[in-house]
C-alpha cells in the first residue's frame, strides 16, 4: 500500500514538475520572443505539443555524446548567425537550441544534428559559408515531449530520454522511435525533451 501511494505521489510530482517547466517556457518565450510551442495538451505525465512553422540553422555531428556534439556544433552555427553567411551579415536567433539524436534499438548512436532557432522575423535567411552547415524550414509537427527546469548532467538526460521512451511505449503512443529531441531554453537547465509524434 506505501508502495503504491508513493510511486503515485513521485509520478503526480513528475507531473507536476514538468508542467511548471513548459509553464516556463511559455512565460520566457512571451517575454523573450523565443520559439514555443503553439498548442500544449496535458496527457498523462508528458504533454502532446505543436509547433508551428520554424526556420533553424543545423548541422550534423560525429561524437561520443550530445554534449561534445553540442560544444562542436553551436560554434559552427553561431559563426553562422556572426556573418559565416553569404550575406556577411548577422542573422538573428533565439531559443530553443539543442540536438537531435538518433535510436537503434533503444540505444543512442554517435550521430547528432544540433541546431539553433532563427528569428521569424528573417524571411529567406542567407546561405551559410560554411557548407557542413545549413538552414532548414519545419513544417508544423506534433510532440510528445517533457519539460524539466533543473540543470542535469548528460547521464541525468539520456536517461529521461529512455524513460520518455519507456512511458510513450507503455502507453502504446504513435511516436517515431528512430529519434528525438533536446531542447534548451536557457543555460539554467529549462529544456524539454521529445520525440515526433507519428501520423500527424
Ligand atoms: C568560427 O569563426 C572563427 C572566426 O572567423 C574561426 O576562427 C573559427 O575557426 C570558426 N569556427 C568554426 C567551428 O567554424
Ligand atoms: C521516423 O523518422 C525518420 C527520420 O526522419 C524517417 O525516415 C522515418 O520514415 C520515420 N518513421 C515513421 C514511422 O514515421
Redesign the pocket.
Known amino acids: 500500500m506505501l508502495r503504491i501511494f508513493l510511486t503515485v505521489s513521485v509520478l503526480f510530482w513528475n507531473q507536476l514538475a514538468a508542467q511548471k517547466a513548459v509553464d516556463e517556457v511559455l512565460d520566457l518565450c512571451e517575454d523573450d520572443n523565443c520559439f514555443s510551442p503553439a498548442v500544449v495538451i496535458e496527457d498523462k505525465n508528458y504533454d502532446e505539443m505543436e509547433f508551428k512553422f520554424d526556420q533553424l540553422v543545423e548541422t550534423e555531428v560525429h561524437t561520443v555524446n550530445f554534449k561534445s556534439a553540442m560544444e562542436i556544433g553551436l560554434e559552427k552555427l553561431f559563426n553562422y548567425s556572426h556573418c559565416g553567411n553569404a550575406a556577411g551579415t548577422v542573422v538573428p536567433i533565439s531559443a530553443p537550441w539543442g540536438v537531435y539524436g538518433y535510436l537503434e534499438n533503444g540505444k543512442i548512436q554517435q550521430k547528432f544534428k544540433v541546431f539553433l532557432e532563427i528569428v521569424p522575423e528573417v524571411i529567406n535567411p542567407p546561405e551559410p559559408t560554411d557548407p557542413t552547415v545549413k538552414t532548414v524550414f519545419i513544417p508544423p509537427v506534433w510532440y510528445f515531449a517533457r519539460g524539466f527546469d533543473k540543470k542535469l548532467d548528460e547521464q541525468q538526460i539520456e536517461e529521461r530520454v529512455t524513460q520518455l521512451l519507456k512511458d510513450l511505449e507503455q502507453d502504446n503512443q504513435p511516436f517515431?522511435e528512430?529519434?528525438f529531441l533536446i531542447a534548451f531554453y536557457n543555460t539554467h537547465g529549462l529544456m524539454g525533451i521529445a520525440f515526433e509524434k507519428?501520423g500527424e
Open positions: 517515431n528512430t529519434f507519428a
